[in-house]
């Protein structure tokens, strides 16, 4: 079997273009990154400080002290601000269609937007009426 992984552009190759041969470069390089990674993980851990000292094992978060329980409650407040920004925040991205396309949807499109952007405020004012923005319980 004639594998050719670099082809010489004098060099004719009877493979049919549609044929499993043309992956066999792409399965080389991926059998050697498999093997790379996995060796250089092998050869960290192998090779890597190993000293376990009681600043090692303290928690960290974010270079501020611990002080108190983890698992005491948390306000529902932040859960709620932070579903609300991914709700408002996966919204904007549905203007993006329209600002590329603007000229070939003509009014109907504009109307679309208008009315897109009306659904858009009614939930924004229900949800300040709601005062689910407010910080102070």
Known sequence: MNMYLLQVSNTAVTHDPDSSFWYLPIAIQLIFAV???????GVTHWLGPKRN????????ASG????GDARQPMAIKYFLVAILFVLFDVEVIFFY???????ALGWSGFGAVLMFVAFFLCGFIYIIKKGALKWED
């Open 64 to 67: 501020i002290k611990s002080h």
């Open 53 to 60: 000292t009681s600043d090692k094992l303290e928690t960290f």
């Open 97 to 103: 269609p329209y600002a590329v396309n603007f000229k």
């Open 35 to 41: 093997i790379f990674v996995a060796g250089m993980m």
